[in-house]
């Protein structure tokens, strides 16, 4: 990870250690101890606090790469302030240097890597962060890994791009450009890359130099004269390329003729606030937006002290492709921009320079991100015009997730982040959302027996019955090969985004009184949010609501198991009592004797209605019920003279018998309980040792444990 030694003498201060790691917070959604109100029920009972929500997405969380120096120190207690600051002021003059062009030299002959270019650079600092490749995942990015879920395939590319461009190959001369639905991520790739930028930077492994008052703060090597450049290469292996700006060619005549070596440098520290290395354009208003954002622009105020216009002191160097000088742009909606601005772009990425119209072209090295949506690109590949800079630009697609797992951590550091649930988040709360949210971004497979819930399993690594892995690769061929046409997206390239999502859950978590944040409030945000929804149309909301209604249907099952789950825990005692109670009937039964009632000690007859509820639960019909106990009094006469004890395990088919019956005498206690409008003490106990086991056990608080099964009541009811 990042913890930049400084090395070389440009750092003064050895040993330090730049980016402690951030502290990192884990999602919230936890609530305080509540006293449950059971509704309708009057009686009060007090919970334990619920453990953490599981599967938090923060407790395996990497460190970042874009870690920031002064960060506090993970020591609990107050801050000592005065110290931090010290210490920030500390590091940050470590950071500072200032030297001559010939100290920066020297400095470069001991680490020729001082001269790389921009896209080296950006390699280089993904590369530190940590790339974990195995032959069975997914290689994992360490410096994308914390906040980006699921795109696996777009970062390989992203990975890749970087790689090659390194190498200075010809990829380094496009554009890379980010294609993808709304919310799928594409401006956190690139602002991670830029705030990775900016810390690498203030490291000792990211350390830039440029001339000192450089309006571009451009590389010092572009002082070598043409001519020596093949000898310092051969003898120092510094690589140099590019040429000085205007304004430094100025200055090298004027000021510094005679004595380049003398040149000031100075150590660099990314910051876009600062307009250094990394900037952004966005495309606005069409009137208003001049190509002087982009390339700088005459300084009129000035002109008239330097009387020429083509006096580079007169010209302002600030457009975004001369502040990202060395670092990187962020082109925002590209296609959005008009054709010159475009073409701005085709000539810096082709020629590596800035063209204007008073001075020859300005070489810059800079990568330039740019993103898009998949309408955008459509017509504008479709427009030949626009054959010469499609061939400059490297397409990159950022679908939307597939996969649930990586879906739900999204939802997971979103709401996380902002503290915005404030409430508890309902064990598949987030799963149920993200279920809905994939299935609109599936695509209907025309394979036998494949729906597209199967699907959407598949995708997620379960095994789904009579489908594999083959199938998986199958589906996804076949998506991608129904392709664009017919105006419908390509599968992940559409249907509902996480912000969506998360718009809703918010919302639904902020309304008055909110304390959890359940799956069927999940849904229901959902749903409603549907009505309100630009952009869909009729057609489009109907299919949105049939998917809601089938991840409905699939938490239904999950929400049956779950409260079949939280029974389980006294199931073993159950089922042994329920068992020795047949027994004892079954013996009295086949001895045609009398049973003591366990209460009044009157004698009783074997209680046949109770044997005959276990028995038919395997279908033990009337006329055989006889051969069936007496075959397992035989067995346990068997055991007995083997010295061995007869548990309700040893006869597969009672076991089975007995589990269902408790299933079934369960799922009577549920409905009734929670069907009664005053249950009694005895229905109130149970309900409230599930609630709690659900509560202890599950991840539950008492709220949402309550909504299930409440809920699983009615399920059972129908
Ligand atoms: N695959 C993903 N992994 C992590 N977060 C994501 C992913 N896709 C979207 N997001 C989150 O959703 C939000 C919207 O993403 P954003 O980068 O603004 O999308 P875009 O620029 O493509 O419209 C961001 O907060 C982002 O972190
Ligand atoms: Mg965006
Ligand atoms: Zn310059
Ligand atoms: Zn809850």
């Known amino acids: 990870?990042?913890?930049?030694?400084?090395?070389?003498?440009?750092?003064?201060?050895?040993?330090?250690?730049?980016?402690?790691?951030?502290?990192?917070?884990?999602?919230?959604?936890?609530?305080?101890?509540?006293?449950?109100?059971?509704?309708?029920?009057?009686?009060?009972?007090?919970?334990?606090?619920?453990?953490?929500?599981?599967?938090?997405?923060?407790?395996?969380?990497?460190?970042?790469?874009?870690?920031?120096?002064?960060?506090?120190?993970?020591?609990?207690?107050?801050?000592?302030?005065?110290?931090?600051?010290?210490?920030?002021?500390?590091?940050?003059?470590?950071?500072?240097?200032?030297?001559?062009?010939?100290?920066?030299?020297?400095?470069?002959?001991?680490?020729?890597?001082?001269?790389?270019?921009?896209?080296?650079?950006?390699?280089?600092?993904?590369?530190?962060?940590?790339?974990?490749?195995?032959?069975?995942?997914?290689?994992?990015?360490?410096?994308?890994?914390?906040?980006?879920?699921?795109?696996?395939?777009?970062?390989?590319?992203?990975?890749?791009?970087?790689?090659?461009?390194?190498?200075?190959?010809?990829?380094?001369?496009?554009?890379?450009?980010?294609?993808?639905?709304?919310?799928?991520?594409?401006?956190?790739?690139?602002?991670?890359?830029?705030?990775?930028?900016?810390?690498?930077?203030?490291?000792?492994?990211?350390?830039?130099?440029?001339?000192?008052?450089?309006p571009m703060h451009e590389e010092p090597l572009h002082l070598l004269p043409a001519e020596l450049r093949a000898e310092v290469l051969a003898k120092d292996g510094i690589h140099v390329e590019g040429d000085l700006c205007p304004y430094c060619r100025w200055r090298c005549r004027q000021e510094w003729a005679g004595d380049v070596g003398a040149v000031p440098v100075e150590r660099l520290t990314f910051s876009e606030k600062d307009r250094l290395g990394i900037g952004t354009f966005s495309?606005?208003?069409?009137?208003?937006?001049?190509?002087?954002?982009?390339?700088?622009?005459?300084?009129?105020?000035?002109?008239?002290?330097?009387?020429?216009?083509?006096?580079?002191?007169?010209?302002?160097?600030?457009?975004?492709?001369?502040?990202?000088?060395?670092?990187?742009?962020?082109?925002?909606?590209?296609?959005?921009?008009?054709?010159?601005?475009?073409?701005?772009?085709?000539?810096?990425?082709?020629?590596?320079?800035?063209?204007?119209?008073?001075?020859?072209?300005?070489?810059?090295?800079?990568?330039?991100?740019?993103?898009?949506?998949?309408?955008?690109?459509?017509?504008?590949?479709?427009?030949?015009?626009?054959?010469?800079?499609?061939?400059?630009?490297?397409?990159?697609?950022?679908?939307?997730?597939?996969?649930?797992?990586?879906?739900?951590?999204?939802?997971?550091?979103?709401?996380?982040?902002?503290?915005?649930?404030?409430?508890?988040?309902?064990?598949?709360?987030?799963?149920?959302?993200?279920?809905?949210?994939?299935?609109?971004?599936?695509?209907e497979s025309k394979k036998a027996g494949m729906s597209l819930i199967k699907k959407l399993r598949l995708y997620d690594g379960e095994s789904v019955e009579g489908f594999g892995a083959a199938d998986v690769r199958e589906l996804q061929e076949e998506a991608e090969q129904a392709g664009g046409g017919r105006g419908e997206p390509v599968e992940g390239m559409g249907g509902i985004s996480p912000r969506y999502v998360i718009n809703r859950l918010s919302s639904a978590v902020s309304r008055q009184g909110c304390r959890c944040l359940t799956p069927l409030e999940a849904l229901r945000a959902l749903k409603d949010g549907l009505e309100q929804h630009t952009g869909l149309d009729r057609q489009a909301r109907e299919a949105y609501l049939n998917l809601i209604y089938e991840t409905r249907k699939e938490y239904d099952e999950i929400a049956k198991t779950q409260v079949h789950k939280a029974f389980v825990y006294s199931f073993e005692d159950s089922a042994r009592t329920l068992f020795d109670n047949y027994l004892d009937n079954a013996l009295a039964y086949w001895n045609r004797a009398k049973l003591a009632d366990p209460i009044t000690g009157e004698d009783v007859e074997p209680d046949e209605k109770l044997m005959r509820s276990i028995e038919e639960q395997i279908g033990v019909a009337d006329n055989v019920k006889r051969a069936f106990r007496e075959e397992m009094l035989v067995r346990i006469s068997a055991l007995a003279r083997r010295g061995e004890r007869f548990d309700y395990r040893s006869h597969e088919r009672l076991r089975e018998a007995l589990e269902k019956k408790l299933f079934s005498d369960l799922r009577n206690i549920v409905k009734i309980t929670t069907s009664v409008k005053t249950p009694d003490a005895d229905q109130l106990r149970r309900i409230n040792e599930v609630c709690a086991r659900l509560v202890a056990e599950h991840g539950y608080c008492t709220i949402c444990a309550n909504e299930l099964v409440q809920y699983v009541g009615q399920l059972l009811a129908r």
């Open 1 to 214: 990870m990042q913890s930049h030694t400084p090395a070389g003498r440009a750092t003064p201060r050895p040993g330090t250690s730049e980016n402690p790691p951030a502290a990192v917070a884990g999602p919230g959604g936890n609530c305080s101890p509540t006293t449950l109100i059971a509704p309708g029920r009057g009686a009060a009972v007090a919970m334990p606090p619920p453990p953490d929500p599981p599967g938090g997405s923060a407790a395996v969380e990497p460190q970042r790469a874009a870690g920031h120096p002064g960060a506090p120190p993970v020591e609990p207690g107050p801050i000592d302030l005065a110290a931090r600051l010290r210490e920030y002021g500390r590091l940050a003059a470590a950071r500072t240097w200032r030297g001559t062009f010939a100290e920066y030299y020297e400095l470069c002959r001991q680490r020729p890597q001082l001269a790389r270019l921009s896209h080296a650079r950006v390699f280089d600092m993904l590369t530190a962060a940590g790339v974990g490749r195995s032959d069975r995942g997914p290689t994992e990015y360490a410096f994308f890994a914390a906040d980006l879920f699921g795109l696996e395939r777009t970062l390989d590319q992203i990975y890749d791009y970087f790689g090659a461009a390194a190498k200075r190959l010809e990829v380094r001369k496009r554009i890379l450009l980010l294609m993808g639905p709304v919310g799928g991520g594409k401006s956190t790739i690139v602002s991670l890359l830029k705030r990775g930028l900016e810390a690498h930077s203030r490291g000792a492994d990211g350390a830039v130099y440029g001339i000192a008052d450089c």
């Open 283 to 443: 495309p606005s208003d069409e009137k208003s937006q001049d190509i002087s954002e982009l390339v700088g622009s005459v300084d009129l105020a000035t002109v008239g002290r330097y009387g020429a216009e083509s006096d580079p002191r007169a010209y302002r160097f600030d457009g975004e492709f001369n502040i990202a000088n060395r670092g990187l742009m962020e082109f925002v909606e590209m296609l959005k921009c008009q054709e010159e601005f475009l073409y701005g772009l085709l000539t810096l990425s082709q020629e590596q320079s800035i063209k204007t119209s008073r001075f020859a072209m300005i070489y810059a090295d800079l990568v330039v991100v740019a993103h898009t949506n998949e309408a955008e690109y459509q017509s504008f590949v479709a427009n030949p015009k626009n054959e010469a800079l499609r061939d400059r630009i490297i397409l990159v697609k950022v679908p939307y997730n597939l996969r649930i797992k990586d879906e739900m951590r999204i939802y997971g550091k979103l709401l996380g982040e902002g503290g915005a649930l404030g409430v508890h988040c309902a064990p598949h709360a987030l799963e149920v959302a993200a279920t809905f949210a994939v299935l609109t971004r599936l695509r």
